[in-house]
C-alpha cells in the first residue's frame, strides 16, 4: 500500500459532503398520546360545563322574572294603597318616609317627561311583561326617565299619573361574582380530571413503548411488565408482551448457541482439510487453489456469524484515529491501493472498539473489491471526518463507478450485489448489511449515496463521546 495512507493530507482532500437524507431527516413531531386524551376530555368537559350553565339561566330566567315582578308589582300596590287613604299632611310624610326607609321615590309623571323603556335583556323584558299582566296595560316600566337611570315604574291612582323610583338590584342579573367563581372553581376541577385521567390512560403506554424499545436493544430482562395490575385490558396486553418478550429471549439463547455450534463444528474439519492439503496435494497450484477456496469458506462463515450478532451492545468511548488506522493496517501493503485520512486528532465516539474496527474493514474492503478506478487500475480510499454538535460525521469514499441511484437503498440488503454496476462481486452480499446493523447497533446512522465527483460515499453518524 502507498506510503501516504500512513500520514495525514498534505493537500486539502474533498470537503466532507453533507449526509444524505437517512442520516438527518426526522420523522414528524407529532402531538403525543397524553396531550391529545387531555385536549379531548378538556373540550367535552368545557362542553358540559357551557351546557349546564345555559341550561341553569334558562332555567332560572322565568322564576326569577315572576318573583322580581310580584315583589315590584306589591310594592306600586301598597305604595297606591298608602297614598289613597291617607290625608295631605300623612300622604307627604309617607312619601319622606318611603324615600328613606325603603329607598322608594314616588313623584308626579308629567307629559313631556322622556325615557327608555326596561328591555336590556330577556330577564328585563319578561319582567316588564309579568308587571303589565299584574298592574294593568297601562303600567310602563322604564330604566331611565329624563336621563336620571334607575328602575321606574308608571302607574296611576284615580286617573292621575305617577313614577316610583326604585333600586334597579332588585331584579339582579342571572351571572354575577359568586357565579364566576363557581365557574372558575369547576373549570380548575375539570382541567384537574382530565389531567389525571390523560396520565392514568397513558401511563400504561408509556411502560409498553419503553419495554418495547428495551426489546428492540436485545435486552430482553429489562422489558418486563407488571402482570398484576387492575384493570383486566392492560393486564393481559401485559401478561402477552411478557410471554412475547421470553420467547423472543429463548429464540435468541437458541440462536447464539446454534452459531456457537456452527462455528466450532465447521472450523473444525476446515482446519484439519486445510492441514491434509497442505500436505497431501503434490500440485503447488492446486494446493494454494484449494487452500484459497477454504480460506473462502472460513471467510463466508466469518460474515454470517458477523451479522447474526446481537442487537445489544454495551458501548464506551473508543479513539476513532486508532480503530481507522488499525482498519487501514488489515488491508496489508498493495501498491494499488491509496487511503488518505484526514481525521482531527484524538477523536473520540461512542461504540465498541471491535464493532468499528470491522466496520471500517468491510467499507475498506468494499472499496478495494468495487471502486478501483477504472482508466488508472488503483483504488483510492479518502476518509474525512467532523464534529456537529453532540455527534461525529465520517465519510469513506473511493472513486471507481459508484452504483446506480435506484439500487442505492438495496446495497444493504442482505445477499444484495450491485453487479450490474460493480464489476467483480464475489462477496456474500452481507459487508454492508453488517456494517448498518453494527452501526445501528452502536446507537449510530449508516447511509450510502454516490459521490459528487464520481464513486461510492458510505455516511456514518456516531455519537461523539463526552456529549
Not at 442487537?311 to 464506551?316: E, F, G, Q, V, Y
Not at 472513486?399 to 464489476?423: C, M, N, W, Y
Not at 462477496?427 to 446507537?443: D, H, N, S, W
Amino acid at each position: 500500500m502507498d506510503t501516504e495512507s500512513r500520514v495525514p493530507f498534505e493537500t486539502e482532500p474533498t470537503a466532507l459532503e453533507t449526509a444524505p437524507a437517512p442520516l438527518e431527516v426526522r420523522p414528524p413531531r407529532g402531538v403525543s398520546l397524553f396531550w391529545r386524551t387531555f385536549f379531548f376530555l378538556t373540550l367535552l368537559l368545557t362542553g358540559c360545563i357551557v351546557a349546564w350553565l345555559q341550561t341553569f339561566r334558562a332555567l332560572e330566567y322565568e322564576p326569577r322574572a315572576l318573583q322580581s315582578a310580584q315583589q315590584l308589582a306589591s310594592l306600586v300596590n301598597l305604595s297606591r294603597a298608602a297614598l289613597v287613604h291617607s290625608d295631605a299632611i300623612a300622604r307627604v310624610s309617607l312619601i319622606k318616609t318611603l324615600a328613606t326607609e325603603e329607598g322608594l321615590r314616588i313623584k308626579p309623571r308629567e307629559p313631556n317627561d322622556t325615557f327608555k323603556l326596561y328591555d336590556v335583556d330577556a330577564l328585563s323584558r319578561n319582567v316588564s311583561d309579568q308587571l303589565k299582566n299584574r298592574l294593568g296595560p297601562d303600567t310602563v316600566v322604564a330604566r331611565e326617565v329624563n336621563a336620571q337611570g334607575g328602575l321606574w315604574i308608571g302607574f296611576t291612582i284615580d286617573g292621575d299619573q305617577y313614577w316610583l323610583l326604585t333600586d334597579p338590584s332588585r331584579v339582579g342579573p342571572v351571572a354575577g361574582i359568586t357565579w364566576l367563581i363557581w365557574l372558575g372553581t369547576a373549570a380548575l376541577l375539570s382541567l384537574t380530571g382530565a389531567a389525571l385521567i390523560a396520565r392514568l390512560i397513558n401511563r400504561p403506554l408509556k411502560k409498553l413503548s419503553f419495554a418495547a424499545s428495551r426489546v428492540r436493544e436485545g435486552d430482553f430482562n429489562a422489558s418486563q411488565l407488571n402482570e398484576a395490575v387492575a384493570t383486566s385490558e392492560i393486564r393481559e396486553v401485559n401478561i402477552g408482551f411478557n410471554r412475547m418478550a421470553q420467547r423472543l429471549s429463548k429464540i435468541e439463547q437458541d440462536r447464539a448457541l446454534m452459531l456457537a455450534g456452527i462455528s466450532h463444528d465447521l472450523r473444525t474439519p476446515l482446519a484439519r482439510l486445510r492441514l491434509e492439503t497442505e500436505m497431501s496435494v503434490a500440485d503447488a497450484q492446486a494446493r494454494e487453489h484449494m487452500s484459497a477456496d477454504i480460506e473462502q469458506v472460513t471467510a463466508v462463515i466469518d460474515k454470517f456469524l458477523d451479522y447474526a450478532r446481537p442487537d445489544h451492545l454495551r458501548t464506551a468511548e473508543v479513539n476513532l484515529n486508532q480503530v481507522i488506522d488499525a482498519a487501514i493496517y488489515a488491508l496489508g501493503d498493495d501498491p494499488h491501493v491509496i487511503v488518505k485520512t484526514r481525521i482531527e486528532p484524538n477523536t473520540r465516539v461512542m461504540g465498541d472498539a471491535v464493532e468499528l474496527q470491522r466496520v471500517f474493514t468491510n467499507l475498506m474492503e468494499n472499496a478495494v473489491r468495487y471502486g478501483r478506478n477504472p482508466s488508472s487500475g488503483v483504488v483510492q480510499i479518502e476518509v474525512a471526518s467532523k464534529a456537529k454538535d453532540n455527534a461525529v460525521l465520517v465519510k469513506l469514499r473511493d472513486h471507481g463507478v459508484g452504483v446506480k441511484p435506484e439500487i442505492l437503498e438495496q446495497l444493504t440488503q442482505p445477499f444484495f450485489r450491485g453487479d450490474a454496476a460493480r464489476s467483480d462481486a464475489t462477496g456474500t452480499g452481507l459487508g454492508l448489511a453488517i456494517v448498518e446493523r453494527a452501526i445501528a447497533r452502536m446507537g449510530g446512522r449508516f447511509a450510502l449515496a454516490n459521490s459528487s465527483t464520481g464513486g461510492l460515499a458510505a455516511h456514518i453518524k456516531l455519537r461523539r463521546a463526552g456529549h
